[in-house]
């Protein structure tokens, strides 16, 4: 792996770094990219990966080689690996994340009514959405008219904070 091939790799990697060959200004400090190889191979968990390992790829040091030849070894190959794979596993990180999000809403919209349900409790919203579906159901002019006979007016502050199921109701 990456990891266990640092180490021994590390001196040979930053004398390939110092090639004339290679745009300087982009490798100029490579102790810089070694000491973040250095954090990442004492790292437990392989992700995330560092940022700067894409510069260790073949791909980034070809595009970087101001004239052949393009400095090689076995690091930069396993780096390219790396860096390939941690992309695809973000990619699919990112995917599985959306989806648990969404699961996750899915089941708090189905289990906050219940719990609060069995807690006899009620939000705000809660007395908004009931008091609205109750005057649009069938028979609901009993209770529009019971409501109108006890409340002869509504005193509404901010009306243009008013959302369309307040409004709705009034």
């Given at each position: 792996s990456m990891k266990e091939a640092?180490?021994?790799a590390r001196q040979e990697v930053l004398e390939r770094l110092a090639s004339p060959s290679l745009n300087q200004r982009r490798y100029r400090n490579p102790l810089t990219y070694a000491q973040a190889k250095d954090r990442y191979a004492e790292q437990t968990c392989p992700l995330p990966v560092p940022s700067s390992l894409r510069e260790f790829t073949h791909q980034a040091l070809t595009s970087q080689t101001k004239?052949?030849?393009t400095p090689e070894h076995a690091f930069f190959a396993l780096s390219g690996e790396l860096w390939e794979k941690a992309q695809h596993c973000l990619d699919n990180l990112d995917a599985y994340l959306q989806k648990l999000r969404a699961d996750l809403l899915e089941y708090l919209r189905g289990e906050l009514p219940r719990r609060k349900e069995g807690q006899r409790r009620q939000a705000y919203d809660d007395l908004l959405i009931n008091l609205?579906?109750?005057l649009h159901r069938p028979g609901c002019e009993t209770l529009a008219t019971a409501v109108r006979n006890r409340f002869r007016a509504a005193l509404i502050d901010e009306f243009q904070d008013t959302d369309p199921l307040q409004y709705a109701i009034f």
């Open positions: 640092w180490p021994g004239k052949p030849p609205h579906e109750a």
